[in-house]
């Protein structure tokens, strides 16, 4: 092997531009689609910045593999190579994302190789970037002089080459919502507006985001969202759908049952800096991943979680819920995160390998989640604490995954698992929901697997205990190792009995293909208690009847894109 230290990193470094000028690309064109109204071409770009890391990584390891000739890199040398790599990254602004590539390369090299920060970036180098934005990312509006020509330049200000609807209603209509949902600005001349340059797109829609500063009678900063999701008519007009100005509602437009924004901008740590100011209970993992950035998103996520270890001292324990036949799941009560691990064996009914498993996890990935299913984070030999365990979770992770969890020294080695936002399981909401609560988890849950299907995603498995409730108190699919596209389902109804043996048998007399679905039955075992079954049949029980789901299938093979809302639909102006 004639390679160096610098040959090695500065391959690694060159794999890592072009992933990035390939996710820059993707990126950028996402203001073309959303003028062209080109939605399916939207999806497919979104699906292909998924892929653009893995690609490029397969591609760059490959190179390195050439360089090595075949020959294992001893620890000496990848240290010599982390060290010449940090020195040719010292200058970049988006150091952290290089530092994420490469040890992206260096797991798939090493694959059982150690963890540690002498050949890797376990911690960064970099906490910040080495210098400030060379431009600046906002755009500061004044309001003191013109507060209706201020909000009218904002929207102006993004030239998407297309008509406005009516832009003075617009304009109206968010100072109006402003004023209504805002009761603290007494003089609106005195608000300060900074607006992000870079746009967000996702779905239908465009998302203007900035921030409102207002002074207290305290002389203090209040500080506020003010998001403007902009959409087009059927003629293409623009127009502006709401107004966000809570960081609630914010924190629902980027919850993690949500797509990943398309969001061009040079300075993503900068970017992440601004959205932490307007979402302080979102985390920068969380951040990171909502602009496309998952991997990195997942790299912050790791060193969170050392370091939240090393603050802590609870146990990981067996999460709450009903005991799922594919995968075992556990929590440590500190943090409102699962770790999933798919179990060796799987009970009967099921019938599916570990590789169709993480096949369903991956289409969910892929696919627009459309504030239903929750983001899962991939790990790969990941090594916990021993002593952090609870015994009784220790010793059934060891019982029912034994190929994927073994004991290492005072740690718990898992092979392969994933990570979950944590949910209260829908099950365990209703035991103690009050009239009130059970009518509208009822109504989300119906909503729900609706909205699923109108995405072409049949869960599969609906019972309640397969979902989880938000804080924010939405109805959220995380079991997937059932789902299937909704058009590669049979709804069937179930035929009548022609002779009176077939009315009174036990058995089922008629042929079931493995694809069938006979929507009637949902109403027999998805609940125990009749009380439950005869609300929901009040609020939802269209999905009782096949011709409901076979309607879904026809608009989808039809090429109907259905209107997602990160938002409360009341929430939305009169505009169409």
């Not at 297309?162 to 304009?171: F, G, S």
């Not at 090594?383 to 952090?388: D, G, I, N, S, T």
């Amino acid at each position: 092997m004639d390679s160096t230290p610098k040959d090695l990193a500065a391959t690694i470094a060159s794999g890592f531009e072009s992933y990035r000028e390939r996710f820059q690309a993707i990126t950028r064109a996402a203001i073309d689609h959303f003028v062209a109204g080109d939605w399916a071409a939207a999806h497919a770009q979104s699906t292909q910045r998924l892929a653009a890391h893995a690609n490029h990584l397969q591609r760059t390891v490959a190179e390195v593999g050439e360089q090595l000739q075949g020959d294992a890199i001893p620890h000496s040398l990848w240290a010599d190579t982390r060290a010449a790599y940090v020195s040719l990254i010292a200058s970049e602004y988006n150091a952290e994302l290089y530092e994420t590539f490469y040890n992206s390369v260096h797991r798939a090299i090493t694959e059982d190789g150690p963890v540690n920060d002498d050949e890797m970036f376990v911690s960064t180098e970099f906490p910040a970037p080495p210098h400030p934005p060379t431009e600046p990312i906002l755009d500061v509006y004044d309001m003191a002089d013109d507060v209706v020509g201020c909000v009218r330049a904002i929207l102006k200000s993004f030239d998407f080459k297309l008509e406005w609807q009516n832009l003075d209603r617009d304009v109206g209509n968010v100072l109006r919502s402003l004023a209504e949902e805002r009761g603290e600005i007494r003089n609106p001349r005195l608000l300060n507006v900074e607006i992000l340059k870079s746009v967000f797109f996702r779905n239908k829609g465009a998302y203007v985001i900035g921030r409102l500063s207002y002074p207290d009678q305290f002389g203090e900063q209040l500080v506020w969202p003010f998001v403007l999701p902009l959409l087009k008519d059927h003629q293409g007009k623009l127009y502006v759908d709401t107004l966000v100005c809570d960081e609630d509602e914010l924190s629902v437009v980027f919850s993690f049952t949500r797509a990943y924004f398309m969001v061009h901008t040079d300075y993503p740590h900068a970017l992440v800096d601004f959205l932490q100011t307007l979402l302080p209970r979102k985390t920068r993992s969380e951040l990171y991943a909502s602009i496309g950035l998952h991997k990195h998103g997942k790299t912050v996520f790791y060193r969170d979680f050392v370091s939240h270890l090393e603050r802590t001292d609870d146990k990981f324990i067996v999460a709450p819920g009903i005991k799922g036949m594919v995968m075992t799941v556990f929590s440590l009560p500190s943090m409102q995160i699962v770790f999933k691990v798919i179990k060796d064996e799987f009970a009967p009914p099921k019938n599916i390998t570990h590789q169709q498993v993480k096949d369903k996890y991956h289409v969910v990935k892929r696919h627009d989640r459309v504030g239903r299913m929750a983001d899962t984070q991939e790990f790969e030999k990941m090594l916990f604490p021993r002593h952090r365990f609870d015994a009784e979770l220790e010793a059934e992770l060891l019982e029912v995954a034994p190929s994927s969890v073994a004991v290492v020294g005072d740690s718990l080695l898992i092979k392969h698992l994933y990570t979950e936002r944590l949910m209260t399981p829908l099950n365990l909401f209703i035991e103690t929901a009050d009239q009130e609560q059970l009518r509208e988890a009822l109504d989300e849950y119906g909503n729900a697997i609706k909205q699923l299907a109108a995405a072409n995603i049949f869960p599969g498995d609906m019972l309640l205990k397969n979902f989880g409730i938000t804080r924010h108190g939405r109805v959220v699919f995380y079991d997937y190792d059932e789902i299937s596209y909704l058009t590669d389902v049979n709804f069937r109804a179930i035929p009548e009995p022609r002779t009176p043996e077939e009315e009174m048998s036990a058995e089922v007399w008629y042929t079931v293909a493995p694809q069938d679905v006979f929507p009637e039955e949902f109403r027999r075992f998805l609940f125990g208690r009749r009380a439950i079954k005869q609300l929901f049949t009040q609020i939802h029980g269209d999905l009782f009847d096949p011709e409901y789901w076979q309607g879904l299938q026809n608009n989808i093979n039809e090429g109907q894109v259905m209107d997602v809302f990160p938002y409360r639909r009341k929430k939305r102006f009169a505009n169409v």
